[in-house]
Nanobody, 128 residues
Framework: QAHIVESGGGLVQPGGSLTLQCAPTTFSLEYFAVGWFRQAPGKEREAVLCISSSEGRSYYGDSVKGRFTIIRDADRTGVYLRMSNLKPEDTGTYYC?????????????????????WGAGTVVTVSP
């Protein structure tokens, strides 16, 4: 049985930055693909960024390109989502999810279907 914990969310002003952390509690992410997803109030959950077991990176929307980056720890035990130039439309609950397949979701699977393990989420609020 696997578990993931996200942390790092909070309130930030537009233009600010946050780094979210994704960490397993009972297993290693070394050979997993790990993705970040978000859900705004009244909206469907959507994929944001994913990193594969081979370190390939997938973006799922033009809105975060140039602003968000996903990285692994040097020891490959954790995954981080670095966010900068935050906008009010970035507000939502951010979820970390992993799959032992090692491959990131296809563009058509932006809801995260196929991910094996999910965290409970961390809330990001971008507001003046």
């Amino acid at each position: 049985q696997a578990h993931i914990v996200e942390s790092g969310g909070g309130l930030v002003q537009p233009g600010g930055s946050l780094t979210l952390q994704c960490a397993p509690t009972t297993f290693s992410l070394e050979y997993f693909a790990v993705g970040w997803f978000r859900q705004a109030p009244g909206k469907e959950r959507e994929a944001v960024l994913c990193i594969s077991s081979s370190e390939g990176r997938s973006y799922y929307g033009d809105s975060v390109k140039g602003r968000f980056t996903i990285i692994r720890d040097a020891d490959r035990t954790g995954v981080y989502l670095r966010m900068s130039n935050l906008k009010p439309e970035d507000t939502g609950t951010y979820y970390c999810a992993a799959t032992a397949s090692g491959a990131c979701p296809d563009e058509r699977d932006r809801s995260g279907a196929g991910m094996d393990v999910w965290g409970a989420g961390t809330v990001v609020t971008v507001s003046p």
